[in-house]
């Protein structure tokens, strides 16, 4: 005979099979649930040019110079994630397919990776998520994952993060990066508090840090940024953010160090992306982003257009155009990028 409790499991199992919800729920009892989601993608992506520095489906900020001309097919950037609730605790993992090459002369193999994993408890979440430096919902909607890295705010890193009505604060995971990262004692300290309304957000964030050199040296480092999603007509949005001071690894997806040498980077992030849906089912996405630096003299874009059609709520499909230039290297390449997702 069935107890309560998998009498509940079997209710949520069954409702699971047949919901179109993007994520499903199964509740245990009156304070226990878990929910599964995440979503399934399939890419084709042709490269052209000289900069040979993406990483599957996405571009970063580091350079690498190469002729490349290629096509691509890949699922890699598929996801899953389980959220565990019980009572007041939360628990959430989320893994992706990014780690490896695969064998492409016969099973195209790709090992799991680990996004997310961590616990909430009433105002404090400890473990690995994005950083409190970020704003996510300032990313820009692309098919090329996240879009222009080059310039926004992009990590995932362990933390404990203290969460006050719009404030967060929080003390992470220290990295100097350029430098001797196994001298790092002090954690980064984070802080960011959110405007927010039914016209969108803008969020402001800092983030303080002690770096060490390759010489034996300690720095202090101090990096700010502003960035947000604002409303506009009908569903259009536009996202933005500006990112100046020692940011480092926190902006740019390694389109800047922390150090050089001795010396501290500084560097100016731009980025700024508009959505607009021509119909209820159709959007499009123009983004732009450029970091620059001091100490290296870096000096990195990224352009991208696209089209998305939503088949059904849960399936959609896209095409994207757009150029990555390290005008510091007098180098380009332009990318073509065919998507379609379906979200669990």
Known sequence: MFNKKQLLIATGLLAMASTS??????????????????????????????????????????????????VKFSAASSRLNTKYVHGDITGFVEMDFYTGTGNQVLTNSVSPRLRHAFIKYKNWTVGQTWSTFMNTSALAESADFGGPLVASAFVRQTQVRYTHGNFQVAIENPESYGGDSSQDSMPDVVGKYTFSGDWGNVAVSAVA?????LGGESESALGYGISGRIKTVGNDDLRFA???????????????????????????????????????????????????????????????????????????????????????????????????????
């Open 242 to 344: 500006f990112h100046g001071g020692n940011t480092g690894r926190y902006v740019g997806a390694a389109a800047s160090t922390d150090l050089v040498g001795e010396e501290v980077e500084d560097a100016t992030s731009i980025m700024v992306s508009y959505r607009h849906f021509w119909t209820e089912t159709l959007r499009s996405n123009f983004f732009y982003g450029n970091t620059e630096t001091d100490e290296s003299d870096r000096d990195r874009s990224h352009w991208g257009i696209n089209i998305f059609k939503s088949v059904t709520k849960e399936l959609s499909y896209g095409v994207e155009f757009g150029n990555y230039e390290v005008a510091d290297m007098d180098i380009e390449s332009d990318y073509a990028q065919l998507s379609i997702k379906y979200v669990l």
């Open 21 to 70: 919800h993007a994520t499903y729920t199964v509740k245990i009892n009156d304070t226990d649930s878990i929910s599964f989601g995440g979503y399934l993608q399939a890419d084709v992506r042709y490269v052209d040019g000289n900069v040979n520095s993406y990483l599957g489906d996405f571009w970063i900020g580091n350079a690498v110079e190469g002729d490349v001309s290629s």
């Open 209 to 213: 840090r002690q770096l060490n050199t």
